[in-house]
């Protein structure tokens, strides 16, 4: 049964979504894409058009919401007749648009946690400081929930549940994620600078021999050799899916891993260090009242002016380490993805692409009925396999490396 | 006879020329300071007292005045009955005090070349831009007027003129400034950020084979292994000095280097190729217009609060190069001062002290009438030697290295 959809947020992940719901919107539908700014709304209305995406004649609106705005975003889904929202807005407005997907009775997916504009870093596990108090909630109205379905967290929450049913015992699994992209410019960031930076200035939260760790960033580092991008450091950063993995795997160690150069660590530490990626302001010898990191963001380069000319690739994946027959195991699950061959498809980089194809996916198994929840989950309580297989076909392919080699992986 | 003295400016700098003339207020008389901030120099007026830096009963008071102003300055100098004018307020307003001393026909002393705010690095030679279009005029009315009597410019001048008087011929000049420092900040600039960060974004001029050669910052460099300070490199960097030195001297190479660790260096040109030292104003995402470079100084250190954590030394002086008794020659005649030395004195930190004690020693030559030159000149037209025996006993003695040794120099 087809089932109509509707977007939230007009950024580079928004216009990946949108790319890839008119690729099937023979089960997706009506195509309805919401923000603050109508005009990003229809500019990506405008691409989708021109690209020539839709897989078959319908629809595809661009409306004017703000989506704090609880009632009026009840009134667009209705008007839209929606019956699965994907939420990629900014990690403010979660709680809002899941109250409207409640009181609707629709599906709700997202890619990234909850954030309250003035708190950074909450105390652990973060998923239940906002999402997982509304759990019962979603239950007793038969709503799907699906938490953080991006590639991280989603995919790799994914390959993490797999990597359980592979092995006989887990003992450890270690996300990684490396961007080997080169955008050709001194410095920028992937996405907006001010959320970017947020995510490396608080405590970095890790499970480890089943409790809560601190760290700092750039405190601990690993360096592993990965298929296509090479020998690669990454950093233990804070990320969601540690939040839920620790809690719904009974694996005993779960960390996330970030790559970062030597540049951007050298450029970050410079700036931090000197107060300027603070939020607090500062008053010049003129008077005036600044918040640095506003004009941190205001002298690098727009996120989006970066697509054209990036090239490269991205490999994300999950290190699974436990038991199988008796004998110690370990399997690399992963994908790369290509920052020229996301451009030519859908207009954005490749880390707006990694993240905006998989909530495609699930919706697309949502419409079907084989993620269809009526609960509120997290991406490692739904069954790996059918959400592999898809994604393989819709530009993520996934591959798995072992003592047995490196392949693909489909069931 | 006793010259009355004018200090213009209420920076680390005039706080060290209001501690030595008081020292020496049996020669130079009555001490007035004047700055647009009358409470600042009531605070160095309070530090001399404190101090018990007055030789000899006499009088030291504190007056607001804007010294662009120049009717306001020469009735200053008249109500004070100034004979000499010590100008280390900011490089802006040169021009302004000049006029003024010509006016009321009283010495003028600086430490550093006139700039406009607007204009960055302009065509050299520098002095013939401002101060040298006044010459005649200084010469009519019998105005002494002494430029860029500091340590670097001023006592490296002094330097430059002792070595070509040592040597028979001198076919290169280079001018070395080591501050071998430690503040213990992350970072932070001697001076005022906005000017610190001024000099280095232009053009770098030297002097080399009888011509301006032009090069940019941290583009050459040389390592030498120095008294005290031990083995640093430093980087030919565009300087006052070498505007002068190459009009004045007849040799044929003349350089500055000014030292660099790598730490600076490096946050140096993170801010700088991130844009962040522009003095061109930027629009935040929320509208707000704001100059980067102004934000930069708000979050760096004040320079003055470094002084009482200050340790260690700096090294200053001039390799010169040539020929002696028809053989081979260099000579090295450099200065050590020491930060902590500094502080305990005269409340400053070593680079306030370096720039600060040289105009007052001129001023004493002034009123003694060796150095009573009744025209404008730049130190190197003046006798070195009186010079820098008097600086020898006022806080920054002059040695020398050659294949001879390394002794104190006097005269």
Same mark, same amino acid.
């Given at each position: 049964?087809?089932?109509?959809?509707?977007?939230? @947020?007009?950024?580079?992940?928004?216009?990946?979504?949108?790319?890839? %719901?008119?690729?099937?919107?023979?089960?997706?539908?009506?195509?309805?894409?919401?923000?603050?700014?109508? $005009? *990003?709304?229809?500019?990506?209305?405008?691409?989708?058009?021109?690209?020539?995406?839709?897989?078959?004649?319908?629809?595809?609106?661009? &409306?004017?919401?703000?989506?704090?705005?609880?009632?009026?975003?009840?009134?667009?889904?209705?008007?839209?007749?929606?019956?699965?929202?994907?939420?990629?807005?900014?990690?403010?407005?979660?709680?809002?648009?899941?109250?409207?997907?409640?009181?609707?009775?629709?599906? &709700?997916?997202?890619?990234?946690?909850?954030?309250?504009?003035?708190?950074?870093?909450?105390?652990?596990?973060?998923?239940?400081?906002?999402?997982?108090?509304?759990?019962?909630? %979603?239950?007793?109205?038969?709503?799907?929930?699906?938490?953080?379905?991006?590639?991280?967290?989603?995919?790799?929450?994914?390959?993490?549940?797999?990597?359980?049913?592979?092995?006989?015992?887990?003992?450890?699994?270690?996300?990684?994620?490396? =961007?080997?992209?080169?955008? +050709?410019?001194?410095?920028?960031?992937?996405?907006?600078?001010?959320?970017?930076?947020?995510?490396?200035?608080?405590?970095?939260?890790?499970?480890?021999?089943?409790?809560?760790?601190? =760290?700092?960033?750039?405190?601990?580092?690993?360096?592993?050799?990965?298929?296509?991008? @090479?020998?690669?450091?990454?950093?233990? $950063?804070?990320?969601?899916?540690?939040?839920?993995?620790?809690?719904?795997?009974?694996?005993?160690?779960?960390?996330?891993?970030?790559?970062?150069?030597?540049?951007?660590? =050298?450029?970050?530490?410079?700036?931090?260090?000197?107060?300027?990626?603070?939020?607090?302001?500062?008053?010049?010898?003129?008077?005036?009242?600044?918040?640095?990191? *506003?004009?941190?963001?205001?002298?690098?380069?727009?996120?989006?002016?970066?697509?054209?000319?990036?090239?490269? *690739?991205? %490999?994300? +994946?999950?290190?699974?380490? @436990? *038991?199988?027959?008796?004998?110690?195991?370990?399997?690399?699950?992963?994908?790369?993805?290509?920052?020229?061959?996301?451009?030519?498809?859908? +207009?954005?980089?490749?880390?707006?692409?990694?993240?905006?194809?998989?909530?495609?996916?699930?919706?697309?198994?949502?419409?079907?009925?084989?993620?269809?929840?009526?609960?509120?989950?997290?991406?490692?309580?739904?069954?790996?396999?059918?959400?592999?297989?898809?994604?393989?076909?819709?530009?993520?392919?996934?591959?798995?490396?072992?003592?047995?080699?490196?392949?693909?992986?489909?069931?």
């Amino acid at each position: 049964m087809k089932k109509n959809v509707l977007i939230i @947020g007009a950024g580079g992940v928004a216009q990946v979504v949108a790319h890839k %719901c008119a690729q099937h919107n023979d089960t997706l539908g009506n195509i309805a894409i919401a923000s603050r700014t109508l $005009s *990003k709304c229809e500019d990506i209305v405008s691409s989708v058009l021109e690209k020539g995406s839709m897989k078959v004649e319908g629809s595809i609106k661009a &409306y004017a919401l703000n989506a704090l705005d609880v009632a009026a975003t009840v009134e667009l889904i209705q008007q839209t007749e929606s019956q699965i929202v994907i939420n990629v807005g900014t990690a403010f407005l979660n709680m809002s648009v899941m109250s409207a997907c409640i009181e609707a009775k629709v599906a &709700y997916l997202d890619t990234a946690i909850h954030e309250e504009p003035n708190k950074i870093c909450e105390t652990p596990p973060w998923y239940a400081n906002y999402e997982w108090k509304r759990r019962d909630e %979603c239950k007793e109205n038969g709503v799907t929930a699906i938490l953080g379905v991006g590639f991280d967290p989603g995919v790799v929450n994914a390959y993490a549940k797999l990597g359980c049913e592979l092995l006989d015992s887990v003992d450890s699994i270690d996300i990684v994620d490396v =961007n080997a992209g080169d955008h +050709g410019r001194y410095f920028a960031t992937n996405f907006d600078p001010e959320i970017n930076f947020r995510e490396f200035t608080g405590t970095v939260y890790s499970w480890q021999n089943s409790e809560w760790q601190s =760290n700092k960033m750039f405190e601990v580092s690993r360096t592993d050799d990965l298929p296509v991008v @090479g020998e690669r450091t990454t950093y233990l $950063s804070g990320h969601d899916e540690v939040h839920s993995l620790s809690q719904n795997l009974g694996v005993a160690n779960i960390r996330f891993w970030m790559g970062f150069g030597e540049h951007y660590i =050298n450029v970050f530490t410079v700036l931090k260090s000197l107060g300027l990626l603070s939020e607090q302001p500062v008053t010049t010898a003129e008077g005036q009242e600044v918040v640095p990191l *506003k004009v941190v963001k205001a002298v690098l380069p727009d996120p989006s002016s970066l697509a054209p000319n990036y090239t490269g *690739k991205t %490999c994300i +994946g999950d290190f699974v380490k @436990g *038991k199988k027959d008796g004998k110690d195991k370990e399997v690399f699950i992963y994908n790369v993805a290509d920052h020229k061959e996301a451009y030519n498809e859908v +207009g954005s980089q490749g880390i707006s692409y990694t993240a905006g194809v998989p909530p495609v996916a699930a919706a697309i198994l949502v419409a079907t009925g084989e993620w269809d929840a009526k609960t509120m989950v997290n991406v490692e309580e739904l069954d790996p396999r059918p959400f592999i297989n898809l994604l393989n076909t819709m530009g993520l392919p996934t591959r798995i490396k072992d003592e047995e080699g490196d392949r693909p992986v489909s069931f």
